[in-house]
């Protein structure tokens, strides 16, 4: 096991060096959620609700809401909280056994003993044993102060969480006031006792989720089951991703608008021919040709070259014209950013 945590049990003047284990674990079947035409993975996305925007890990901050106002913390603020830094399991009480409320338990871990000597643990262990009582105690997990009580479980020492008491809910209801007579309280005794026994865990299991696992196992040797890469998909690229499924922004689709038509073109005019509209159309009729001619020769059949006539030049005048005017459609387009 991994410890996830480490510091020391302090009492008065006595320091016990430990490390913090988990001490349960789910035996539920997990589940993930597919799409029930091809068994695609759906998947959670963190999505800003004011951009539209998929948001990383990293550029989310923690805000608390009181109703009317929101605040925001960053994780520069709250690791500068001293709570952080604490690493000690202070024991501040010792009460009787019977006096912690079972409903106030939380979650449970061991505890191991570190360095050469586990004197100082084995007394600790052994003090609790003979006087019957529990540790409460206050520590830091997690960024959190926890409230907890130390119990022994075997040779052990086990740190169990406890709930804060305004964590309990208050209720407005209970049992009618009834009468119970005397008869029927021996009868519910002797019903008591016929069920009574030592309790023994391991003698319980959980119906359902071994009828789940026998379902599964059974749906694998028949052959009802897909490939697991098939249910991720295939990468789709970042135009795909923002065009496809994610919602985008205004001023995404303005931005990308303008790059598209920035990029048609360029790719309609080389590089060299930006000093005149001439040597464009001269430059894309040589192209035509050289088109033409390995056309030709890939199917075998010669490529004549059409005469240059009067209404081939004034195509090419107008050829221009549409190339100025697309020039000043662009730069309504970075207008239209800009406006944005």
């Known amino acids: 096991m991994r410890a996830i945590w480490s510091g020391e049990i302090t009492f008065g003047l006595v320091n016990v060096p430990v490390k913090l284990y988990g001490a349960t674990r789910s035996h539920d079947i997990s589940f993930h959620q597919v799409h029930d035409e091809d068994h695609g993975r759906i998947r959670y996305q963190r999505t800003c609700e004011v951009c539209g925007r998929e948001i990383d890990y990293e550029h989310i901050d923690k805000a608390y809401d009181d109703g009317d106002k929101t605040v925001v913390l960053t994780d520069e603020e709250l690791d500068a909280l001293p709570a952080e830094d604490n690493d000690e399991i202070d024991v501040v009480q010792f009460v009787p056994n019977e006096q912690v409320d079972p409903i106030l338990l939380g979650s449970s871990y061991f505890l191991e003993p570190v360095g050469r000597s586990s004197k100082a ?93 026998e379902l599964l196992d059974a749906k694998l040797e028949q052959g009802e089951s897909v490939d697991t890469e098939a249910t991720f998909g295939k990468e789709s690229s970042e135009e795909d991703s923002a065009e496809g499924g994610k919602v985008i922004s205004l001023m995404d689709a303005l931005e990308r608008s303008v790059r598209k038509r920035r990029g048609a073109q360029e790719s309609e005019e080389p590089e060299e021919s930006k000093g005149s509209d001439s040597k464009s159309s001269s430059t894309k009729s040589t192209s035509t040709k050289k088109t033409g001619t390995q056309k030709a020769k890939k199917t075998g059949t010669k490529k004549t070259e059409p005469k240059k006539t009067e209404s081939g030049k004034s195509g090419a005048k107008k050829t221009a014209s549409k190339k100025d005017g697309a020039k000043k459609t662009g730069g309504k387009s970075s207008g239209a950013k800009k406006s944005a």
């Open 121 to 213: 643990y084995v007394l600790l262990r052994r003090t609790l044993e003979e006087t019957e009582r529990t540790a409460v105690v206050t520590f830091t997990l997690r960024t959190k102060t926890r409230l907890g009580v130390l119990r022994i479980h075997g040779d052990l020492l086990a740190l169990q969480t406890l709930r804060w008491p305004k964590d309990l809910k208050e209720v407005d209801f209970g049992p009618s006031k009834s009468k119970i007579s005397a008869k029927e309280l021996k009868m519910s005794a002797s019903l008591v006792e016929q069920f009574s026994g030592d309790f023994d865990p391991e003698q319980f299991t959980d119906e359902y989720q071994a009828q789940l696992r």
